[in-house]
């Protein structure tokens, strides 16, 4: 194997590219006159650390280039301070360079210098974007992927096999694996946690039971509304298990705008009671003047 040195310059440095390791010792504070240097020519400076069809070589045209014992190009530094990747049949691998804005891109994909795309860029003002070109914020995902499963989504934090997060643009899903995992929110700071704002309607909806401290029990709440007809006595089936019910609450919509609650201190024709067995719930002794209107029970149960 025939190796040649043809320059070295006045600088420090190491470049590894696929196990090329390429050396250039200081030999003083700064580059020689440019007199002393060879002269730029792509003739004089091709090979400038070469072995065989291996090694470094300098084009005029394009710039520095990177050779393997393929004899296909793998590295190319061009004259606009770009650094390209090809892989094997010219497929273009990787880019990374500066665009005319300053912003400096990563771009992956294509079959000849040019024809990648961009896929990381950081821009000249700090943001970064990945997945899009105008990155809004610090760091923006421009990913419209949406989850559906424990490894699916816009990105993730954690591992797949373990505990993790996954994000899209309106989720954030806990996952254990697979396995539907736990969601923490100041844990350990004991902060205050804030949902929605006042006058946008629904703040939170839980699905499942909610515990209102850690000694407090597990409930769910159901709503049943109707009118009371113009009867005494109505009943209506509460699909529940009569055992787990904690509270039952009522209020009936009366004359002059009264919301009236049961056993309310008023006369006789404002009463009535509420009371459930195992199937219904019952609202009797109705007075004249609750017949007829509009009612809300409200019903509390525990797992």
Known sequence: MKTTLIARYACTSMLLFA???VFGQAVSESK????SRPPETSESLTGFVQTENDGIRYSGNTGFKLYDDDNYNRYMFTNNGVLVNWGKDNLNTFNIGVNGDGD???MTGGTS???SETKVIFK????VGIG???PVWPLHLGSISTISNSTSGAMGIGSADGSHL????NEINAWNGEAAGTLYFNYWSGGDVRIGKSGNGTDLTVYNYTQMGESAPLVKEVLFTGTTDNVSSINF?????ADKIVSISAIILGEYGLYIPPNANLSAQYQYSIYANPNNIYITNLGASVQGRAYKVLIKYTK
């Open 132 to 134: 899009t070109l105008d």
């Open 32 to 35: 020689p006159p440019k007199e």
């Open 124 to 127: 000249d003002n700090g943001n």
């Open 113 to 115: 210098y040019g024809t």
């Open 237 to 241: 089936p509460h699909n529940l298990n």
């Open 104 to 106: 400096m891109e990563f």
């Open 166 to 169: 996954n994000f899209d643009g």
């Open 19 to 21: 196990g090329l390791s």
